[in-house]
């Protein structure tokens, strides 16, 4: 009789964790390059915003981003995040309670972080951030081939090498990355983007995130892209350049991109309801005020990552504070998971999906389990 109860525990238990919301037809992968989780979760940093080497105006900016209670100090920074996500879906990565995201692959540079995102798998082979076409299978081009997917898959990303990390040569997914001409024909909106994006003096390699989100919400207004990926980067541009009152700038605009997106999805009929946003990071940076703005193998705290999800299936767990560790490898079979199909790749394994519905109550379950072992055992 013992044994039967405890098995049928163990089964119920795996059901309840396995359960499926089938419901988000519709998935918006969103990242901020090199963003790190002590900004998401602690707010401005205080030794780098009274810095005058990384910061112009250390009053102004003071005023802007930084309170002595944290809660009020992240949503200042980041409103979206604590006023919206934390309560309607899930936040994780806070390391101060032990609730880690990490990065998988050995680098901790972006071209290795992307292809982890989107393949599902943390290639051992090293590849710089060079023009070099990505032969490993992604999630986006997997899900174009899908039925209920086919032609409704794009991208729309900051930094020119997202081209090459997607491998739009060869899947043919329509991917704007750069300072990428935009199609015009009959668009007088993608015109006078065009005309902003070459009326830029100085181009660099990462194109001005508000011109990224312009394109990408034009496009998902004209087209309902199923599937979309929308890649930001300045936050990484302006750390590399030891800007933290820029980087701070960067990160607020994003949360104000995420914002504007989702009031969108949530009043447009084709999204409403049926949307979910997975919100990254590629990789972390260092955390002290000698290596912030560096990331990669050499340097600690680059593995360390955040996640965050809000839309259908995604309980609203708000920020995770029990120990537990998710990979950021982890999110291409998640989009497949939420998608309602089942992402494999030919060329590599792909990591297992996170079982996001009940994250915080797979401890108290195994609480739970251990309870009741105790007391039938009596």
């Known amino acids: 009789m013992k044994f039967y109860l405890i098995i049928s525990f163990i089964l119920l238990t795996f059901s309840a964790h396995c359960q499926i919301s089938n419901t988000s037809q519709n998935i918006f992968i969103i990242t901020t390059d090199g963003f790190r989780w002590q900004e998401v979760f602690k707010g ?16 102004l900016i003071r005023q802007q981003f930084w309170c002595e209670d944290l809660v009020e100090r992240r949503k200042k920074l980041m409103p979206f995040f604590w006023n919206v996500i934390a309560e309607k879906g899930m936040l994780a990565g806070n390391r101060e309670y032990g609730n880690e995201v990490n990065v998988s692959n050995l680098y901790k540079i972006s071209y290795p972080g992307y292809n982890e995102i989107l393949t599902g798998f943390a290639d051992k082979k090293f590849i710089p951030n060079l023009t070099v076409w990505n032969k490993n299978t992604n999630i986006l081009e997997y899900l174009n081939s899908c039925d209920n997917y086919s032609g409704k898959v794009a991208a729309f990303c900051s930094w020119n090498l997202m081209s090459y990390i997607i491998d739009e040569k060869h899947n043919h997914l329509p991917v704007n990355s750069g300072y990428e001409m935009l199609e015009e024909k009959g668009d007088s909106l993608n015109q006078i983007i065009n005309a902003l994006q070459n009326s830029v003096a100085h181009k660099s390699t990462t194109r001005h995130d508000l011109l990224t989100y312009a394109s990408a919400k034009n496009y998902i207004e004209k087209k309902h892209p199923k599937i979309l990926f929308l890649g930001l980067g300045e936050t990484d541009e302006f750390a590399h350049k030891r800007q933290y009152d820029q980087y701070l700038q960067k990160a607020k605009q994003f949360d104000q991109v ?12 084709f999204y409403k309801g049926n949307t979910t946003f997975i919100i990254t990071t590629d990789h972390g940076r260092g955390s002290s005020i000698d290596n912030w703005s560096q990331h990669g193998f050499w340097v600690k705290g680059s593995g360390e990552s955040w996640m965050a999800m809000i839309g259908p299936g995604i309980n609203a767990e708000g920020e995770l504070k029990t120990k537990g560790k998710l990979y950021q490898k982890q999110i291409a079979s998640t989009v497949s998971l939420l998608a309602n199909e089942n992402f494999f790749a030919k060329d590599h394994s792909v990591a297992p999906p996170i079982n996001f519905t009940n994250i915080s109550s797979q401890k108290q379950a195994a609480v739970n389990f251990k309870q009741l072992v105790v007391k039938l055992s009596k």
Do not use: G, H, R
């Open 44 to 59: 401005a940093d205080l030794d780098l915003i009274q810095n005058e080497n990384f910061v112009k105006d250390t009053t």
């Open 258 to 269: 995420l914002a504007e997106l989702w009031y969108y999805v949530q009043t447009d009929p």
